[in-house]
């Protein structure tokens, strides 16, 4: 299972590693534990952003109790903060681009380029755990071309989740 706290980069996860996956996108902790009570998972992967990292340390509890032979992978821009592995019970913290980081923890190859699923939006669909206005006939699709920050400024977690100034990872490339 996969449960990411806003995000969008949660539908690129099960395109690009071969295993059964569940995504929960930003949901109650009701609905996360009624989850982990209905089904067993060998992962949990909780993906997130800085300011969420109250709830990361919960959800890593509630995984705890009621999971207990789940892994806890914790990834996203939480990792940037300082000590992020005393203040979380995971059992991987995560830095960087994760896919290739799953790919090498299930053993699978993790050269494999990198596909960008369409994230497409209309009816009923949710983003960061809201949903969309309801517009009749209409769709959007959501392209992401690139991780990291060209700037270089080494100012937000964008830049030292990447590796620092002017790291970049493209998904698509014209060169």
């Not at 300011?51 to 509890?61: G, I, L, P, Q, S």
């Not at 821009?77 to 059992?91: L, R």
């Not at 992401?144 to 830049?159: A, D, I, K, R």
Request: glycine share 10%; proline share 7%.
């Amino acid at each position: 299972m996969i449960e990411r706290l806003p995000n969008l980069g949660h539908h690129d996860d099960p395109a690009n590693i071969p295993a059964p996956t569940t995504v929960l996108d930003f949901p109650t902790l009701e609905a996360f534990e009624r989850e982990l009570r209905e089904h067993e998972y060998d992962i949990v992967g909780i993906i997130s952003i800085i300011v969420n990292v109250r709830r990361v340390r919960e959800m890593c509890r509630i995984v705890r109790e009621i999971s207990p032979g789940s892994t806890i992978v914790v990834s996203g821009h939480v990792t940037a903060i300082p000590s992020i592995e005393k203040s979380v019970d995971a059992d991987f913290i995560v830095r960087g681009e994760g896919i290739s980081w799953m790919r090498r923890f299930l053993g699978l190859d993790a050269k494999v380029p990198i596909a960008h699923p369409p994230i497409v939006s209309g009816f009923g669909h949710r983003v960061m755990g809201l949903k969309l206005p309801v517009r009749i006939g209409s769709t959007a699709a959501t392209i992401v071309p690139s991780v990291g920050c060209p700037m270089g400024c080494n100012f937000c977690t964008t830049s030292a989740f990447f590796g620092g100034k002017g790291k970049i990872l493209n998904f698509y490339s014209t060169r």
